[in-house]
């Protein structure tokens, strides 16, 4: 079972900054696209950001130019630096590796899809 383990949540301010971290095996981080998925109370859950094996990245655009997305494969680690946080931020953070990354539709779509267990992130003055 693949396990991925993230830190770094918490409550701040408006404005404030959040940086999440998301460690896991190194068979993991050399080979998926990784990502981070949120979900707000009676929400579904949603991508925030992804990053490729080959270091593409895709941000939600609620997030463009607040959220930085990296990864750091040495360490086993993925990053989420979250700046000018906003409570509409308020949610359950998740990270996800993917090792395909073809949507859930896809005929082909890999199984080997796992998840963290999730951090809160609370937004609120």
């Known amino acids: 079972q693949v396990q991925l383990v993230e830190s770094g949540g918490g409550t701040v301010q408006p404005g404030g900054s959040l940086n999440l971290s998301c460690t896991g095996p190194r068979n993991i981080f050399a080979r998926y696209f990784m990502g981070w998925y949120r979900q707000a109370p009676g929400k579904q859950r949603e991508s925030v950001a992804r990053i490729t094996n080959g270091g593409i990245i895709m941000y939600h655009d609620s997030v463009k130019g607040r959220f930085t997305i990296s990864r750091d494969n040495a360490k086993n680690t993925l990053y989420l630096q979250m700046n000018s946080l906003k409570p509409e931020d308020t949610a359950v953070y998740y990270c996800?590796?993917?090792?395909?990354?073809?949507?859930?539709?896809?005929?082909?779509?890999?199984?080997?899809?796992?998840w963290g267990q999730g951090v809160q992130v609370t937004v609120s003055s």
């Open positions: 996800n590796a993917d090792e395909d990354g073809r949507p859930n539709w896809h005929p082909q779509k890999s199984k080997n899809v796992y």
